[in-house]
T-cell receptor, first 111, second 116 residues
Framework: QKEVEQDPGPLSVPEGAIVSLNCTYS??????FMWYRQYSRKGPELLMY????GNKEDGRFTAQVDKSSKYISLFIRDSQPSDSATYLC???????????FGAGTRLTVKP | DTAVSQTPKYLVTQMGNDKSIKCEQN?????MYWYKQDSKKFLKIMFS???????INETVPNRFSPKSPDKAHLNLHINSLELGDSAVYFC???????????????FGPGTRLTVL
């Protein structure tokens, strides 16, 4: 079993839809959770990060962490064609910066 | 004013050759990393350097050797290239090892390596 599991998709939605992206993990030491967005032929860029459990909202994006279930989510409201990218979850433990990435979910938002 | 830059952007070479990829960051960060992203987009850490000291070395073949001449640079040298080394290699940097935003990693644009 991989430490971080993420459905690679692809996921295709119409413009304006609510998108839900998810990851599960097995290492209970993970405390720091991140979502990166990667456009085609570009490097990943940090979208959101959360520490421990809870929700965090930033504009159209909401990140949720449920440590009891070892499950994290990223919601995108009112999705736009410009949101089309690969979304990677990443996480690390408190005592190191050894970050583990999910496989990435490829999202296409159709106009 | 690119934060993390890598050269070259594309690298096509023959099996058995030795090649280097260069990385520079102008963010004043203390920690730099090399990642490998395979054809399925899976991103895996290879090395990280904190103040010129290697602190993570995953199960990477010793044909790969990181070199850090100073805090702003982390180069990756690869000996005896193999077909399986074909991938996109990303350099990244972060401020330090602290929590609260210090862990955000800034990625370079990637180097697409193709071994024939």
């Amino acid at each position: 079993q991989k430490e971080v599991e993420q459905d690679p998709g692809p996921l295709s939605v119409p413009e304006g839809a609510i998108v839900s992206l998810n990851c599960t993990y097995s290492n209970s030491a993970f405390q720091y959770f991140m979502w990166y967005r990667q456009y085609s032929r570009k490097g990943p860029e940090l979208l959101m990060y959360t520490y421990s459990s809870g929700n965090k909202e930033d504009g159209r994006f909401t990140a949720q962490v449920d440590k009891s279930s070892k499950y994290i989510s990223l919601f995108i409201r009112d999705s736009q064609p410009s949101d089309s990218a690969t979304y990677l979850c990443a996480m690390s433990a408190l005592d190191n910066n050894d970050m583990r990435f999910g496989a990435g979910t490829r999202l296409t938002v159709k106009p | 004013d690119t934060a993390v830059s890598q050269t070259p952007k594309y690298l096509v070479t023959q099996m058995g050759n030795d090649k280097s990829i260069k990385c520079e960051q102008n963010l004043g960060h203390d920690t730099m990393y090399w990642y490998k992203q395979d054809s399925k987009k899976f991103l895996k850490i290879m090395f990280s350097y904190n103040n010129k000291e290697l602190i993570i070395n995953e199960t990477v073949p010793n044909r790969f050797s990181p070199k850090s001449p100073d805090k702003a640079h982390l180069n990756l040298h690869i000996n005896s290239l193999e077909l399986g080394d074909s991938a996109v290699y990303f350099c990244a940097s972060s401020q330090d090892l602290s929590l609260a935003g210090g862990r955000e990693q800034f990625f370079g644009p990637g180097t697409r390596l193709t071994v024939l």
